[in-house]
């Protein structure tokens, strides 16, 4: 069965630090990758989906990028966090773009920029 | 654009109550739509799909209908539980945007025994 890990759970960096967030697929090849970001209340935003190994798209521009340097590894960067940055990041696989294959969402990782 | 939109919440509820979330989208085409639950400090986790109108979802209690008179998606359950507590997201998917699922903005349930 597919697994997806992301991590770390719970992450606290000073504002001008940077990010890393990783997050990884098991069982499934060539996923659909997405991160997504809920910020303080429950609304979920797209940042960033990949479709393939280097294919990166980016919903909004911010402080942010991501990369997917393997087939099922997706990693959210940031050079220097911001205030803003704080939220909850949630990392998701599909098995492809047809529109009946849901999202399967990781537990997340909870960040706080002080 | 594509778009969803959820009842406000929070909804507080008795144990045994009947439930339900109210979901409506807006939609170029025939999107697939979901519901997804998330318990405090969780991720996201599939609850029910349907793919086409007036397919019924269903799991774990919790059905919704795809009405594409009304473009809607309500989600019901005859009879929530405590364990029910969480927030609900409604959402949809079209062929026509790389596989990006639209949420609605959650609607937060709270079950008072």
């Known amino acids: 069965s597919q697994t997806i890990h992301q991590w770390p759970a719970t992450l606290v960096q000073p504002v001008g630090s940077p990010l890393s967030l990783e997050c990884t697929v098991e069982?499934?090849?060539?996923?659909?990758l997405y991160w997504y970001r809920q910020a303080a209340g429950r609304g979920l935003q797209l940042l960033f989906y990949?479709?393939?190994?280097?294919?990166i798209s980016s919903e909004v521009p911010q402080n942010l990028s991501a990369s997917r340097p393997q087939d099922r590894q997706f990693i959210l960067s940031s050079k220097k966090l911001l205030l803003s940055d704080s939220g909850f990041y949630l990392c998701?696989?599909?098995?492809?773009?047809?529109?009946?294959?849901?999202?399967?969402f990781g537990n997340g990782t909870r960040l706080t920029v002080t | 654009g594509n778009s969803v939109t959820q009842m406000e919440g929070p909804v507080t509820l008795s144990e045994e109550a009947f439930l339900t979330i109210n979901c409506t989208y807006t939609a170029t085409g025939y999107p697939s739509l979901f519901w997804y639950v998330q318990y405090p400090g969780e991720g996201l986790q599939l609850l029910l799909k349907a793919t086409k109108a007036d397919d019924k979802g269903s799991n774990k209690g919790f059905e919704a209908t795809y009405r594409k008179e009304t473009t809607s998606f309500h989600l019901e359950k005859g009879s929530v539980q405590v364990s029910d507590s969480a927030v609900y997201f409604c959402?949809?998917?079209?062929?026509?945007?790389?596989?990006?699922?639209?949420f609605g903005q959650g609607t937060e349930l709270s079950v008072k025994p």
């Open positions: 959402a949809l998917k079209t062929n026509n945007q790389g596989g990006k699922l639209i």
């Open positions: 069982g499934t090849s060539n996923p659909n």
């Open positions: 998701a696989w599909s098995s492809g773009v047809a529109q009946d294959s849901p999202l399967h």
């Open positions: 990949s479709v393939g190994i280097g294919q």
